[in-house]
């Protein structure tokens, strides 16, 4: 499967299309909607929660290609200011990390739904477990998954570049 996507979204004389494969799509969703009553607590560092995982296939003689990961995730602080950490593992070795700060003040934000997208390149050929979880950082501060939870992964290769005008360089 092929698709196009050019840059700056033009579609005028003398632009370049660049031209990609899917090698493979995965996408999860432990959770479809934000449900505070059913929390998951949320485990201090060095303790962590998994939240998804998934596997993403490289097909043989594909050495360079890139595999784009999305998660959203939805939180809620219990007490305190919990800092809590969004990692990606891949194949059990960490690819990624962000942070984000979540309050439990009932007059402000009582939901928070953190979204992130990490990239991973010229993996191997094969299969490779993605691994989402997420830990708090913060002692004395509790929080809770209450969701919505969704991971997806798209891997990818460039195969070419069309000219929609010969006289483009």
Do not use: W
Not at 62 to 69: C, F, G, S, W
């Amino acid at each position: 499967m092929s698709g196009a996507a050019q840059p700056n979204g033009g579609s005028g004389s003398g632009s370049h299309l660049r031209v990609f494969e899917i090698l493979d799509f995965q996408t999860v969703e432990p959770r479809n909607s934000t449900n505070p009553g059913d929390p998951e607590p949320i485990p201090h560092s060095p303790n962590r929660l998994t939240l998804a995982t998934l596997i993403v296939t490289i097909p043989r003689f594909i050495t360079i290609n890139t595999v784009e990961l999305i998660a959203t995730v939805g939180v809620q602080g219990l007490t305190g200011t919990s800092q809590l950490k969004f990692r990606i593992f891949r194949d059990g070795a960490q690819i990624f990390e962000t942070q984000t700060g979540v309050e439990s003040d009932p007059t402000s934000e009582v939901f928070y739904t953190e979204t992130f997208q990490a990239i991973d390149t010229n993996l191997r050929f094969g299969t490779h477990r993605f691994v989402l979880t997420v830990e708090n950082a913060t002692a004395g501060a509790e929080a809770a998954v209450v969701g919505p939870i969704s991971f997806s992964a798209l891997a990818i290769r460039r195969i070419g570049r069309t000219d929609s005008d010969e006289s483009c360089d």
